[in-house]
């Protein structure tokens, strides 16, 4: 009896001298970037270990790189396991899965786990609150999103692009069209290549104070760079025109916009709107905000309907 015990002994040596192979190399995997194998070799430890007596540092590696590939559904489902083990929570755990829950679309518990990653850090970082802002963008509440994006531009280690572009829409969807003015330009600046989006939504800010030439210049601009033809810079750039009195090339735009989305219901409703003012006679100049309002669900606000194209292309 005494040599099968050290049989088997040594054979569980051998196992967990093999599990801890797997797992370093699995970790050398995540830091080098090669996630797609990194899964491999932490599913080879916690196939080993058995899931009930796997590591959170094990579901939590696995976690991280289902996260790094956009595998969000797995990604929670790991994470949770790697929190539900943790002794002490981890700022980075719940900051990781709050963004995943983002990118899932679950908004309300993206915002409760980075609060949780918030407090659990001294001052937070700047990507708790960036996405933080992110999810309460998507809920409407732009007051938090110009303060959370406020505090990611201070904590970062370099002034990024992102966090100025989120902060200048929350400003417009508040009617605050200088700040929003600064902020989308300085988005532009901090750009390494000109997008679309920053000039498409600093046009409707210009839009928005009255200058009408430069709404042009910007959303021609956005027209330019896009690689596919948008509806809304169409849809924009008409209102821009109309509210500037150039009324045959309002018409155009919005002509143009239809023929791109024959079902958009607001540029019908717009185009409708403007030949029923007979807009080739003079017509008193109004606020985009003003006439909008007149003609229906073009626009609900500064951020209605302009998100169709936006949400869907963050990385713009």
Known sequence: MKGLSGAISEN???????????????VEL???????????????VIELKGEADASADDFGYRGTAYWQL??????????????????????????????AYYEHGDYNKAISDLTKAIELRDTGSAGDYFYRGLSYFENGNYDRVVGDMTKAIRLSNEEAADPYFWRGLAYGARDEYDAAASDLTKAIEL???????????????????????NAVRDITRAIELRDEAD???YCWRGVAYYNGGDYNNAINDIDTALQ???????AQEFRNEMTNRSIQQAAPQSSGSDLLKGIGTIAAGFVGGILLGLLGDRDR
Do not use: Q, W
Request: glycine share 8%; hydrophobic share 30%; net charge negative.
């Open 12 to 26: 569980k040596g051998k196992a967990d001298a093999a599990v801890n192979e797997y797992f370093e190399k699995g």
């Open 30 to 44: 995540v830091e080098s970037g090669e996630f797609d194998s990194a899964i491999n070799y932490f599913n080879k």
């Open 70 to 99: 956009g595998n969000y559904d797995n990604a929670i489902c790991d994470l949770t396991t790697a929190i539900e083990l943790m002794d002490t929570d981890d700022a980075d755990a719940y900051y990781l899965r709050g963004n």
């Open 191 to 213: 750009r390494d290549e000109e997008t679309a989006n920053d000039y498409h939504f600093r046009g409707r800010v210009f839009n928005g104070l009255g200058n009408y030439d």
């Open 231 to 233: 509806t809304n810079d």
């Open 260 to 266: 791109i989305d024959p079902s958009n219901a607001a």
